[in-house]
């Protein structure tokens, strides 16, 4: 209105239809979050992550068989292409994870042209079961790199979240024993990223998708929304501010001055969400883990401490209980991955395993809802009134 006097009723302003969706549902007033009708509360005590990756993309939790049939079919697809293998060879060994595990994802589309149809059922449950099966190798191939560390083959014996564990901290030199209280609580975060309706990453699966684009091209432009650190990024930008903050000797009640103070824009990072206007029921959920496996593994870590002060601090602070912030999904995972032996930078990686199957199962819904149309944003022009050209 003020640049050009006109406002949105002037331009017949019509609100973008919401997307529909029956994957998942969140009420951010209540904190609560459902996948397929379940509760996240319900489904992180009793699932595991491929049992509930098969509730979010076939609607229905499997049958046992339905479901050893589902993790065989994604163990016999563990094996990358040994061109696949030698594409991390491009890369610097300061690659950030998430650059190498974006850029890997639209290379693996290369080695299924021929089974990228986005109408044929069968050749889009080859590029299920495919991503599925390699996104966790190739994130673990990325974190070998960074380490300058060969890479091991995925060892089919193993479940999948202890596959994952192994490719990532076993070595060439000796065996590697799976710690059960890490896989357990490693599943558990898994299932607690699945999915999250239409947060910015999934919404930029589906408008990918909408053009009729291939699964793996969706799913790696939804692997750089989710970079970014007001969204996945968060939990690694949560570990760099925990660590300055103990590094600095600042006091907590000081941070949260500056946070409120909006000093260079410092934010409380893995704190507020567009929808949870309460806590954050994954949040919850998380912070029990992190007590839990930080005693299971004997680890005393300062920066979890800071991160309950900061907690504690901001929920009773006018500043943040006014604009209605609670910690995040990201506020204490960070924490937990640090104390499992992951680097910082593999922590958004982490997010995004377990964040595909809720990609995939949108992906698969838009494209198979007929009502479907190609994703356009709608706009509402604020730029000049329609001018003459000038006389020169
Ligand atoms: C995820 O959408 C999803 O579902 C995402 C996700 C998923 O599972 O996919 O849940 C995962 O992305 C969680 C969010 C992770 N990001 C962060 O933790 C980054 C820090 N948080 C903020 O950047 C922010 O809270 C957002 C981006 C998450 C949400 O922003 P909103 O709802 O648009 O809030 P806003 O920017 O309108 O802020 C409202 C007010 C502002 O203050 P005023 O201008 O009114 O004075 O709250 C302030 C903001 O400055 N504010 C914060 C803050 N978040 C908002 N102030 C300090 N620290 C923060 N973290």
Redesign the pocket.
């Known amino acids: 209105t003020k640049q050009t006097g006109y406002t949105a009723l002037d331009y017949g302003f019509v609100n973008t239809a919401a997307t529909r969706s029956a994957i998942t549902y969140?009420d951010g007033d209540q904190g609560v979050l459902r996948y397929r009708g379940y509760a996240i509360e319900d489904v992180a005590a009793n699932s595991t992550y491929l049992e509930v990756a098969w509730l979010l993309i076939y609607g229905e939790l499997p049958t046992p068989s339905e479901l050893s049939e589902f993790e065989e079919r994604i163990r016999r697809h563990t094996l990358l292409h040994e061109d696949l293998r030698r594409f991390f060879d491009a890369l610097p060994h300061t690659a950030h994870p998430m650059s190498v595990l974006s850029s890997a994802v639209s290379a693996l589309s290369t080695f299924y042209e021929g089974s990228l149809s986005v109408r044929d059922p069968e050749q889009i449950e080859i590029s299920t079961i495919r991503l599925l099966a390699k996104l966790p190798v190739i994130a673990a191939y990325a974190h070998k790199k960074s380490l300058g560390q060969a890479f091991l083959y995925p060892d089919n014996s193993l479940s999948f979240v202890e596959n994952f564990l192994k490719l990532n901290f076993g070595t060439m030199a000796e065996p590697y024993e799976v710690d059960p209280v890490l896989s357990k609580a490693l599943d558990r975060l898994l299932i607690l990223?699945e999915?999250?309706?239409?947060?910015?990453?999934?919404s930029t699966v589906r408008l990918v998708g909408s053009t009729e684009a291939n699964l793996f091209a969706s799913i790696s432009a939804g692997i750089n929304a989710?970079y970014g650190?007001?969204?996945?990024?968060?939990?690694e930008?949560?570990l760099k501010m925990l660590g300055e903050i103990r590094d600095s000797g600042e006091s907590v009640e000081r941070f949260i001055e500056r946070?409120?103070n909006?000093e260079q824009g410092?934010?409380?990072?893995?704190?507020?969400?567009?929808?949870?206007?309460n806590f954050?029921p994954?949040a919850r959920l998380v912070k029990q883990s992190a007590d839990e496996v930080l005693e299971a593994l004997g680890v005393q870590d300062p920066l979890l401490d800071i991160a309950k002060q900061l907690e504690e601090a901001a929920l009773a602070d006018d500043?943040?209980v006014e604009?209605?912030?609670y910690p995040?999904?990201?506020?204490y995972t960070g924490v937990i991955y640090k104390a499992m032996g992951f680097p910082t930078r593999m922590f958004t990686v982490l997010?995004a395993i377990g964040?595909l199957p809720g990609w995939i199962a949108h992906w698969r819904e838009m494209n198979t809802d007929p009502a479907t149309k190609i994703g356009r944003p709608q706009q509402l022009y604020t730029g000049a009134p329609a001018r003459d050209w000038p006389q020169r």
């Open positions: 969140i990223h999915d999250h309706e239409q947060n910015a990453s999934t989710l650190p007001l969204h996945g990024g968060a939990n930008a949560v946070v409120k909006k410092v934010k409380l990072m893995g704190f507020g969400h567009r929808v949870y206007k954050d994954r500043y943040f604009r209605r912030l995040n999904v990201d506020f997010f964040r």
